[in-house]
C-alpha cells in the first residue's frame, strides 16, 4: 500500500483548503484499490450551507471517474489533535464501505489509524432502501 504518499497528498490538499470563515483547513487523501489516489480540501462559502468538507470532495472525485472501491483515506488538519471526519462525510464514506481503514493525521505529524466501522457503527444503510 502507498500509506506514506496517501498521507503525503492529504496534507498537501489541506494546504490547498479555502476556510477564510472557520480558519479549519482539511485535506483528504483517498487511494483507490485500482491504485489512484483522489484528493480533496475544504472549501467553505459564506453560506455556511454551501460549503463541502475535504473528505466528500475526494470521494466525489473519485466516483466521478468511475472510481467505487476505496483502499484508505487519510484526513489532515492544521489542529492540535488529528480530527475525524464530521457525521455526513461519515454517512458518504458509509455508502461505499463498511470497513474502510481511515488514517488521521495533523501537521504536528500526530497519527491516529481508525476505520468507518469504529467511526459510524451504525449508519442509514443503503440496504433500507431497497423496494421502495
Given at each position: ?34 491504485g ?7 472549501i ?55 470497513d ?5 493525521v ?15 457503527p ?11
Amino acid at each position: 500500500m502507498k500509506k506514506n504518499e496517501v498521507i503525503e497528498k492529504a496534507i498537501e490538499a489541506m494546504n490547498k483548503a479555502y476556510a477564510p470563515y472557520s480558519k479549519f483547513k482539511v485535506g483528504a487523501a483517498l487511494l483507490t484499490k485500482s491504485g489512484k489516489i483522489f484528493t480533496g480540501c475544504n472549501i467553505e462559502n459564506s453560506s455556511y450551507g454551501a460549503s463541502v468538507c475535504a473528505e466528500r470532495v475526494a470521494i466525489f472525485k473519485a466516483v466521478s471517474e468511475g472510481e467505487y472501491e476505496f483502499e484508505l483515506l487519510v484526513v489532515a488538519t492544521k489542529t492540535d489533535e488529528p480530527s475525524p471526519p464530521c457525521g455526513i462525510c461519515r454517512q458518504v464514506i458509509s455508502e461505499f464501505s463498511n470497513d474502510l481503514p481511515i488514517i488521521l493525521v495533523n501537521e504536528k505529524g500526530s497519527i491516529i489509524e481508525t476505520n468507518i466501522k469504529e467511526l459510524l457503527p451504525f449508519p442509514f444503510l443503503k440496504e433500507k432502501l431497497d423496494g421502495r
